[in-house]
């Protein structure tokens, strides 16, 4: 009976001892509040967690929190967080650059000219929701998360997880727990003004810190038995510092979310709050020392933490080391939520077709040029896992944008144009569901109007009319457009010259290995040039050297890698221009047929993040008998996007120098002294005259050079830049000047 009774206490005595051992165990909660770029201090409290060997059971977040938790959640490291957000650039996230080569070449040419941009309805103006759609926001999560994208229920991912959004129509909080997790995070980190709502299953989601900035109840239900917290929201400010109407909002704003934490932070085991004193919502450029802060305030409660260890049974299990998405292969591409636009268009738009096996680079391009053309309020996606082959299915949700029409605005100055202030109004699905209408209207010192019409057909030849009115004085060398007899006859050194451009285009233009565009087409072409320096009859008020209609047919061919326009660090160019002139009024008697080819190839190579050199060159030739020279290639001053054959060359001035053909080389020099401030050098060498490629003289030592040391500045209305230029030839110096973008 003895050795029974001693058995069964034996049993009670393993059994008290085996239910100590598993309550011993901690199941640890970690939640994260939003704080925007205050929450990067997240990474360092992660960083400490992970030198203790914690173990997490499970993470909520609200919005940076959100962001930061599901990564870590997802299987990264604090140190491999710290080390991605290190690599961010986090201008481009908040403003929504999207990259310039992920565009069209009418995308290009419609958007590097306009300052501001507004939508138009009903004859009113109205504001954007947001300055960014988050779409580089879901790109980075998006490549980031793509090893756990089988995973549509969170509590599944290496460590389980949920976060917190707001529904903008009823204002109640949403917890998400399954779906795509890139889109859920998003939502949740969707900053009102910042960054503009997200659609999830029929809800319009934003930041969930406007409803619960610290999930603590919430995870704590998910039965965790401690619970690590670390708080990023800013303390009430005092009447010193409420000194402007943004801060006096701000303060309103977060009595809800403090007087919240006055409770939540006596519910949180290990409450852990940094010094973010000096820090707001968007100081990402002091991201490092915002995570060291976050080091340094988690490790005044070491003793607490390790004490979570020595009573932690299951180890935290090993880290596995999450491979870099270079390429992926895209087996099938679902597109949801069209009603005017067609699959081709989307599909266009992405630049890759099912079955493809492209780099991350070039996904995310296409997926951004989708967004840039501004066609669709949201672009999302989801990529999932094939169950067929190895490879991912791509399903596309679309929302197509009610607002079709925009206003424009830019502003301009250079020494040819003078003064000018551009107006555009821009039309979509005029006539169809996927064209486009843009009208530019110029006024100053010289009006002119630019109109394009253009129905995109994505990978299929496009349809596009350009319609242009163009007029400018110049004061120029007499020998540039006047015979060497007119020369003697009128004894004069300059000529104040009116030219008058009216240039109509019907073209095609279509993708050639996804990085060209071919562009073939006809145009008519009047031309008018005057002056009133000279008169040839006593009776006449001005002197007419063309009065002339061309009819011609082109074909272009582009190529354009560049990553800016104004201020390249990398990329190639190249555009080459033929036009076959069958026609013309003839107003001088003189014209035959003939044809002008040109081209020009550029390269830019950044040396380090400081010194970019971009070196181009350019030629042109005219074939065939026509004497008329009202086409021919002029050179001369400083200036992008000029007309016809005009070309510009530092060291002399505009429209200086003439011939039926040339030959222009240049090499630039950039050094960004600090953000957006460049100082740039640059010297170019050309050879101009007539029938150079006949002669040869096209090979020989460049008859004429220049120079050119500026300044630039690159701000939201374009370049503002100022050039002294010089050239050994003239013995003489000359200022140009630029405000804004190009046009």
Same mark, same amino acid.
């Given at each position: 009976m003895n050795k029974i009774l001693t058995v069964i206490l034996l049993f009670i005595s393993l059994f008290s001892f085996s239910q100590e051992s598993e309550q011993k165990d901690l199941k640890v909660g970690l939640v994260l509040s939003g704080g925007g770029a205050k929450g990067l201090a997240h990474i360092g409290t992660l960083k400490v967690i992970d030198s203790l060997g914690i173990r997490v059971d499970y993470v909520a977040g609200t919005s940076m929190g959100a962001i930061i938790g599901s990564l870590y959640a997802s299987g990264y490291s604090g140190k491999e967080i710290d080390s991605i957000f290190q690599a961010v650039n986090f201008d481009d996230i908040i403003s929504d650059n999207l990259p310039r080569k992920a565009k069209t070449f009418y995308e290009r040419d419609n958007s590097e000219k306009y300052a501001v941009t507004l939508p138009f309805k009903k004859f009113k103006v109205k504001l954007p929701r947001a300055l960014s759609r988050g779409q580089n926001t879901l790109s980075l999560l998006t490549k980031l998360t793509l090893h756990v994208s089988e995973i549509d229920d969170f509590s599944k991912l290496p460590i389980p997880f949920f976060c917190v959004a707001t529904n903008i129509e009823n204002g109640e909080a949403v917890y998400l727990e399954s779906g795509s997790l890139p889109q859920s995070i998003l939502a949740s980190g969707a900053f009102p003004s910042l960054f503009q709502p997200v659609r999830i299953d029929d809800q319009v989601l934003i930041d969930g810190g406007v409803v619960n900035n610290y999930p603590i109840d919430e995870l704590k239900a998910k039965g965790v038995d401690i619970i690590i917290g670390v708080d990023v929201q800013d303390d009430l400010a005092t009447r010193e510092n409420l000194q402007s109407a943004t801060k006096i909002l701000l303060q309103i704003n977060n009595y809800r979310t403090i007087n919240d934490m006055k409770i939540k932070s006596k519910k949180t085991d290990i409450y852990i709050k940094p010094d973010i004193t000096n820090f707001n919502v968007v100081s990402f450029g002091e991201g490092r020392t915002i995570i060291d802060n976050g080091v340094a305030e988690t490790n005044k409660h070491i003793e607490e933490l390790q004490d979570i260890v020595a009573n932690q049974i299951k180890k935290k299990p090993k880290s596995f080391k999450i491979e870099p998405i270079d390429s992926l292969k895209i087996k099938g591409i679902n597109v949801n939520g069209l009603d005017k636009y067609t699959r081709a268009y989307v599909l266009g738009k992405l630049k890759f077709?099912?079955?493809?096996?492209?780099?991350?680079?070039?996904?995310?391009?296409?997926?951004?040029?989708?967004?840039?053309?501004?066609?669709?309020?949201?672009?999302?996606?989801?990529?999932?896992?094939?169950?067929?082959?190895?490879?991912?299915?791509?399903?596309?949700?679309?929302?197509?944008?009610?607002?079709?029409?925009?206003?424009?605005?830019?502003?301009?100055?250079?020494?040819?144009?003078?003064?000018?202030?551009?107006?555009?109004?821009?039309?979509?699905?005029?006539?169809?569901?996927?064209?486009?209408?843009?009208?530019?209207?110029?006024?100053?010192?010289?009006?002119?109007?630019?109109?394009?019409?253009?129905?995109?057909?994505?990978?299929?030849?496009?349809?596009?009319?350009?319609?242009?009115?163009?007029?400018?004085?110049?004061?120029?060398?007499?020998?540039?457009?006047?015979?060497?007899?007119?020369?003697?006859?009128?004894?004069?050194?300059?000529?104040?010259?009116?030219?008058?451009?009216?240039?109509?285009?019907?073209?095609?233009?279509?993708?050639?290995?996804?990085?060209?565009?071919?562009?073939?087409?006809?145009?008519?072409?009047?031309?008018?040039?005057?002056?009133?320096?000279?008169?040839?009859?006593?009776?006449?008020?001005?002197?007419?050297?063309?009065n002339s209609s061309y009819f011609s047919l082109f074909g272009n061919l582009k190529l354009d890698t560049?990553?800016?326009?104004?201020?390249?660090?990398?990329?190639?160019?190249?555009?080459?221009?033929?036009?076959?002139?069958?026609?013309?009024?003839?107003?001088?008697?003189?014209?035959?047929?003939? !044809?002008?080819? /040109?081209? #020009? *190839?550029?390269?830019?190579?950044?040396?380090? @993040? $400081?010194?970019?050199? &971009?070196? =181009?060159?350019?030629?042109?030739?005219?074939?065939?008998?026509?004497?008329?020279?009202?086409?021919?290639?002029?050179?001369?001053?400083?200036?992008?996007?000029?007309?016809?054959?005009?070309?510009?060359?530092?060291?002399?001035?505009?429209?200086?120098?003439?011939?039926? !053909?040339?030959? /222009?080389? #240049? *090499?630039?020099?950039?050094?960004?002294?600090? @953000? $957006?401030?460049?100082? &740039?050098? =640059?010297?170019?060498?050309?050879?101009?005259?007539?029938?150079?490629?006949?002669?040869?003289?096209?090979?020989?030592?460049?008859?004429?050079?220049?120079?050119?040391?500026?300044?630039?500045?690159?701000?939201?209305?374009?370049?503002?830049?100022?050039?002294?230029?010089? !050239?050994?030839?003239?013995?003489?110096?000359?200022?140009?000047?630029?405000?804004?973008?190009?046009?």
């Open positions: 077709k099912p079955n493809q096996k492209i780099s991350y680079n070039t996904f995310q391009e296409g997926v951004n040029n989708l967004a840039a053309t501004n066609s669709f309020e949201n672009v999302s996606y989801k990529l999932t896992p094939s169950k067929i082959d190895k490879g991912y299915v791509m399903d596309v949700n679309l929302k197509e944008s009610n607002l079709n029409t925009l206003l424009k605005l830019g502003i301009h100055y250079d020494d040819l144009y003078k003064s000018a202030v551009l107006i555009n109004v821009t039309q979509k699905k005029l006539l169809f569901n996927s064209d486009v209408a843009s009208l530019d209207f110029i006024v100053g010192d010289n009006i002119r109007y630019d109109f394009d019409y253009y129905v995109d057909k994505g990978f299929y030849w496009s349809i596009g009319v350009h319609s242009r009115y163009n007029q400018f004085k110049q004061n120029i060398q007499a020998q540039t457009i006047l015979t060497p007899q007119q020369l003697l006859a009128v004894n004069v050194n300059k000529l104040e010259v009116k030219l008058v451009d009216v240039t109509n285009q019907f073209y095609l233009q279509t993708l050639f290995r996804k990085d060209f565009s071919l562009t073939l087409g006809a145009e008519h072409k009047h031309l008018k040039i005057k002056t009133e320096t000279i008169l040839t009859n006593a009776n006449k008020e001005e002197t007419v050297f063309d560049f990553d800016n326009k104004y201020f390249p660090n990398e990329g190639v160019y190249f555009d080459g221009d033929f036009h076959l002139y069958l026609y013309s009024s003839d107003y001088n008697n003189d014209f035959s047929e003939f !044809s002008i080819g /040109k081209a #020009t *190839i550029g390269y830019a190579k950044s040396f380090s @993040k $400081k010194i970019t050199a &971009n070196i =181009a060159t350019e030629g042109g030739f005219k074939i065939g008998e026509n004497t008329d020279r009202s086409l021919d290639f002029v050179i001369g001053g400083y200036g992008n996007d000029f007309i016809n054959n005009y070309k510009s060359f530092y060291g002399y001035d505009f429209l200086s120098l003439v011939g039926n !053909s040339f030959v /222009k080389g #240049t *090499i630039s020099l950039d050094y960004e002294i600090f @953000k $957006k401030n460049h100082i &740039n050098f =640059a010297a170019n060498y050309a050879n101009i005259g007539d029938n150079l490629f006949d002669s040869g003289d096209w090979f020989t030592a460049p008859d004429y050079s220049g120079y050119a040391v500026g300044y630039s500045l690159d701000t939201f209305l374009g370049p503002i830049e100022a050039k002294y230029s010089w !050239s050994p030839e003239t013995k003489e110096g000359m200022w140009f000047f630029n405000v804004g973008f190009w046009f």
